[in-house]
């Protein structure tokens, strides 16, 4: 039997349902990712006043009232970082049994997520502002007699990045601790391994990188902070963030090739954190991490 006999004879390889969804699914990517990326760069590299392409970095980097707000953004965002991941390990270890406590806790933490940040910024306004119950309280009781300052300031915007970052960091990491095999620790524990011995040898290099992703995740919604920042904190003093600063060039100055300039730098300051923290990963723990059930 010729060649072409026998390939037409060869039944042809099955195609890939879902084969379809590609196209559509890079189309989408570009068109909502690369393309805004792409168009801010180049953005801003053209400077409205004309002159150097770094004109708008050199710009940021001289100007007192920019670079600074990438540090006040870094002393905001670390923070809440790592207040949201370190306390949502405990917790999700106490409730890492299916159990209506579970249910109950995983349900309410979910209200501060679907009411958004601007919501959150209101209600710590009224509960904890000048006037709000909480400082009612504590004069009430005697406990406090100064004026309790819990908003319009760096403690104010700390505490919204806590509210609504907590839930999103400790539904992530309930998700990976419900993920490993309990076995793994009970046949630790018929060996003699105490429960924290359990934690540091069992349970923490297989959560370290689930809790990687949850701790990028969480810098990266805590550094792009903005509605709390103006409504908890004093945009014109210590809680002037970068995302600030973009603000005021696009849409006070109408500078929006120094605002995209201003963007690419906070971006490229996410990029960097985000790198440091899978890299110091790699030297926490190496090794699988597979320790699923089942």
Not at 232 to 249: F, H, Y
């Amino acid at each position: 039997m010729s060649t072409a006999a026998s390939a037409a004879l060869t039944p042809a390889a099955p195609r890939d349902p879902k084969a379809w969804l590609v196209a559509p699914a890079l189309i989408f990517i570009v068109a909502l990712f690369l393309y805004p990326f792409a168009y801010g760069l180049m953005l801003s590299f053209k400077p409205m006043n004309g002159g150097s392409v770094w004109a708008n970095y050199v710009t940021f980097f001289t100007d007192l009232s920019m670079w600074p707000t990438v540090l006040v953004t870094l002393k905001l965002a670390l923070p809440a970082t790592i207040i949201n991941v370190g306390v949502s390990v405990p917790v999700a270890f106490a409730l890492r049994r299916n159990s209506p406590y579970q249910k109950f806790v995983t349900t309410l933490l979910v209200i501060p997520v679907t009411l958004g940040t601007v919501l959150i910024a209101d209600g710590m306004l009224t509960y904890f502002g000048p006037n709000g119950w909480f400082p009612q309280v504590l004069h009430g009781l005697h406990l406090y007699s100064d004026e309790v300052r819990l908003t319009h300031n760096y403690w104010g915007v700390l505490l919204s990045l806590i509210v609504s970052g907590f839930p999103f960091a400790f539904l992530l990491t309930l998700s990976y601790v419900t993920g490993i095999d309990p076995t793994l620790a009970n046949a630790a524990a018929t060996l003699g391994a105490s429960p924290w011995q359990q934690f540091r040898q069992i349970y923490l290099p297989l959560l370290m990188p689930g809790l990687t992703m949850a701790a990028c995740l969480s810098f990266v919604q805590a550094f792009s902070v903005f509605p709390s920042a103006v409504l908890l904190g004093a945009p014109a003093g210590p809680t002037r963030v970068i995302s600030i600063a973009a603000a005021e060039a696009a849409f006070e100055s109408y500078d929006y090739s120094l605002a995209s300039a201003v963007a690419m730098v906070m971006g490229f300051v996410q990029l960097l954190v985000v790198a440091a923290m899978l890299g110091a990963r790699r030297f926490f723990y190496r090794g699988p991490v597979t320790g699923g059930k089942g």
